[in-house]
């Protein structure tokens, strides 16, 4: 059982989902209640979709694994199906692990 976050008693998430450029999984297409080990988003947070204390509706729901920190302002041109030609771990790569 997940234990939700109470932000009226100011539980907030290690890495949040509610920031322009969160790297975050998504759902395994066999359990929702699984990341999935090779599909991922980069979330286009706007404060106007921020509920209760400024957090996205969907903050919880999904595996934040870190945030765009370079050529942020292109963000908002990146469509699904584009590709990436590189991605850099620029630090917590000792903490990473292989699916099972």
Do not use: C
């Amino acid at each position: 059982v997940v234990k939700g976050l109470d932000v009226l008693d100011m539980e907030y998430p290690i890495l949040p989902m509610s920031i322009f450029g969160a790297v975050v999984m998504s759902h395994d297409a066999n359990d929702a209640n699984r990341s999935s080990d090779r599909d991922w988003f980069i979330y286009k947070f706007d404060e106007s979709m921020g509920g209760l204390a400024g957090l996205s509706f969907d903050e919880g729901q999904f595996s934040v694994v870190g945030y765009v920190t370079g050529g942020s302002d292109l963000i908002g041109q990146v469509e699904g199906g584009d590709t990436l030609e590189k991605v850099e771990i620029l630090s917590g790569g000792d903490r990473l692990r292989q699916p099972a």
